[in-house]
């Protein structure tokens, strides 16, 4: 009998939490996982039970990470693609920047994209036109996260909201999108 989803979510969550930790004191492609096991108190096959690479525990890490954000700023699913969510989105970039700045500083910018994307598209809709836009606004979006933590978070999440609706040109129009 496997372990309770809940416990297998605190398992990896501890995994990749040492895995942070570790980081903190040397360069992500020198940590082992038998590192990452010995710091997290579990067994190295717990880590291949759950996880194939390292960069897969940073994207869990950034994926829970907003999934409790979202549960505690009461964000829900069916609007999470209206131009008006952007500031939501900045402010928990902004939440958790330390962690973003560690993995943007290791070279793992496709941890915090794929995490990115799994939350923005977790099924498509079969409408083209409602594909395309959220496909264009997400990578807008992201690419403006993407050039914030390279400049080190310079702006605060409010300003990243106007420079969002400037460079949107939505300003005025708050055009939803569709997804």
Same mark, same amino acid.
């Given at each position: ?18 895995? *942070? ?10 940590? +082992? ?12 096959? +717990? ?20 999934? !409790? ?19 939501? =989105?900045? *402010?928990?970039?902004?939440? &958790? ?5 560690? &993995?943007? !500083? ?19 809709? +079969? ?7 959220? %496909? =264009? ?6 690419? *403006? ?5 390279? %400049?080190?978070?310079?702006? +605060? ?23």
């Amino acid at each position: 009998m496997g372990a309770s989803p809940k416990t297998t979510e605190f398992l990896k969550e501890c995994m990749a939490d040492s895995l *942070l930790q570790l980081m903190k004191e040397k360069s992500f492609s020198k940590i +082992t996982v038998n590192e990452i096991a010995e710091t997290a108190g579990v067994n190295r096959s +717990t880590w291949f039970r759950n996880f194939k690479t390292k960069n897969d525990a940073i994207t869990f890490k950034l994926m829970q990470l907003w999934k !409790r954000w979202k549960e505690e700023h009461r964000i829900d699913e069916a609007i999470r693609y209206t131009p008006e969510n952007a500031g939501e =989105f900045f *402010l928990f970039a902004y939440s &958790v920047k330390d962690i973003l700045s560690a &993995v943007y !500083r290791d070279g793992l910018q496709s941890c915090a994209y794929d995490a990115y994307c799994r939350v923005v598209f977790p099924s498509y809709s +079969t409408n083209p036109i409602a594909c395309y836009g959220t %496909r =264009f606004f997400a990578s807008g979006l992201f690419g *403006l996260l993407d050039e914030w933590i390279s %400049r080190d978070f310079k702006e +605060t999440p409010e300003e990243m909201v106007q420079i969002f609706f400037h460079v949107m040109d939505i300003k005025n129009s708050r055009a939803e999108i569709v997804g």
